[in-house]
């Protein structure tokens, strides 16, 4: 059986990163991440990364660029980043965040990220 993917967002605004604190499950619980999720049956990868910003932040984005590397999960999925400009909306936390934050490359680096999150972080924060 083929793992799934999961799509997470470098969302890059104004020269800053969007950063997510996760609320769930317990063992992530505050730490940050890139905000997206699981691939449906039938999206592309890009569709489904406007899908899930769009549920978890309330936003409009427009994927750029896919970033290089891909990282195990440990649900068994496989993580795919992206990063993405804003087009509409600004972000909130409406699903499986309690804080969001819009981040220099300098402020990125001092975030707990989750693990699998750190190389594309650190790749996109090159970008800013």
């Known amino acids: 059986m083929t793992a799934g993917v999961v799509v997470g967002g470098a969302l890059l605004h104004g020269g800053r990163l969007l950063a997510a604190r996760r609320t769930a499950p317990a063992e992530l619980a505050g730490r940050w991440e890139l905000p997206g999720g699981k691939v449906e049956r039938g ?63 300098d402020e990125a680096r001092g975030l707990d990220w989750l693990e699998p999150d750190r190389p594309a972080v650190a790749w996109a924060a090159r970008r800013l």
């Open 43 to 105: 999206e592309t990868p890009a569709q489904a990364l406007v899908r899930e910003l769009r549920e978890e932040l309330g936003v409009a984005v427009l994927p750029l660029e896919r970033v290089p590397g891909e990282w195990a999960l440990p649900s068994g999925h496989i993580l795919h980043v992206w990063t993405a400009s804003l087009v509409q909306g600004a972000p909130r936390a409406l699903q499986d965040h309690d804080l969001l934050r819009w981040v220099t490359a």
